[in-house]
């Protein structure tokens, strides 16, 4: 059997996020406490207690999402729940790069925390800088959603699966892609709640500073391929993670593709690590044959797919 660990992105993070989790497994509230100290600050008390609104905040929402990510995957080591240790390949949803680059020994927890808190940082100054949003297209192909944004001044920012794409930029120009996607036969067009045009070039000051914070960071080889969200290709050297990491603010998460490469790659078997269960339904629709669930959710009775 052939596995893929998957750990997803912005989005998944709610005041109480990895309570449970680390009440039940040493191992996920060592990480917790492990991430108060690097940051200097009460970050797991804010993700057991919120409030919300600060949780929710670009620059704690990131390192949040990461730690509750290597938690889990902590957690099912010591509790004997990942059926291959180290993985045959490893993916992350947007953010969820880090959190997979930490499983695959490219970067070290304390530096990849300190990388998402910086990259918030940045990301949140961007939309402070040029209001702009996101939205999700429902109902619509790649083809005619690239259309709509060369008409419209939006880019596509990700691709999740068949009929469920991303969109971002300006907010004029999300409004206006919105609108011409209902026109031309979206099944449902919804605003993301998000404090900025994640993935397209409003992100480009952003990326500029991110390269910085890279350049100054450790990254090995990673152990266990990484699909890249940029061009959904296996990579290992740590010349191409750094890059992938700096260029992923600006250009499409591809997950879809990702998800197919997986499956072209021989993986029968795929496992969400963190918070729900998001990425192993878009898994059952982009490739029905692979068998998807999050163990560490079923074991906490929140329920698997």
């Not at 800088?129 to 939006?154: F, H, N, Q, Y």
């Not at 890279?214 to 266990?224: E, G, L, M, Y």
Request: net charge negative; aromatic share 4%; hydrophobic share 50%.
């Amino acid at each position: 059997m052939t596995i893929a660990y998957v750990f997803p992105g912005q989005g998944s993070q709610t005041v109480g996020m990895g309570a449970k989790l680390a009440a039940a497994s040493p191992a996920a509230r060592r990480t917790f406490l492990e991430a108060d100290e690097v940051l200097g600050f009460p970050l797991s008390r804010l993700c057991w207690e919120g409030p919300e609104e600060e949780l929710t905040a670009t620059a704690n929402a990131q390192p949040a999402l990461l730690v509750s990510s290597v938690a889990a995957w902590r957690a099912g080591v010591e509790d004997g729940l990942w059926r291959a240790v180290p993985p045959s390949f490893v993916a992350g949803h947007s953010l969820g790069e880090y959190s997979a680059l930490v499983v695959a020994g490219a970067l070290t927890f304390p530096d990849a925390l300190r990388l998402v808190r910086r990259r918030g940082e940045l990301m949140h100054a961007c939309g402070l800088a040029a209001p702009s949003t996101m939205a999700a297209v429902l109902g619509l192909d790649e083809e005619a959603v690239a259309t709509i944004c060369a008409e419209t001044g939006a880019e596509i920012a990700n691709v999740n699966a068949p009929g469920q794409i991303g969109i971002s930029g300006p907010l004029a120009a999300v409004e206006r892609a919105s609108a011409l996607a209902r026109e031309r036969g979206a099944r449902r067009v919804l605003p993301l709640n998000v404090s900025a045009a994640f993935h397209s070039s409003v992100m480009l000051p952003a990326a500029e500073g991110l390269a910085e914070a890279i350049a100054a960071t450790p990254v090995a080889d990673a152990q266990a391929p990484l699909i890249g969200n940029v061009d959904a290709v296996p990579i290992t050297r740590a010349a191409d993670i750094r890059r992938e990491l700096v260029d992923q603010l600006t250009r499409p998460v591809r997950w879809q593709r990702t998800i197919e490469v997986l499956a072209e790659h021989g993986v029968t078997a795929l496992y969400e690590v963190g918070t729900g269960t998001v990425l192993c339904g878009l898994a059952k629709r982009i490739a029905p044959q692979l068998s998807v669930e999050n163990p560490v959710e079923a074991v906490l009775g929140k329920g698997s797919s």
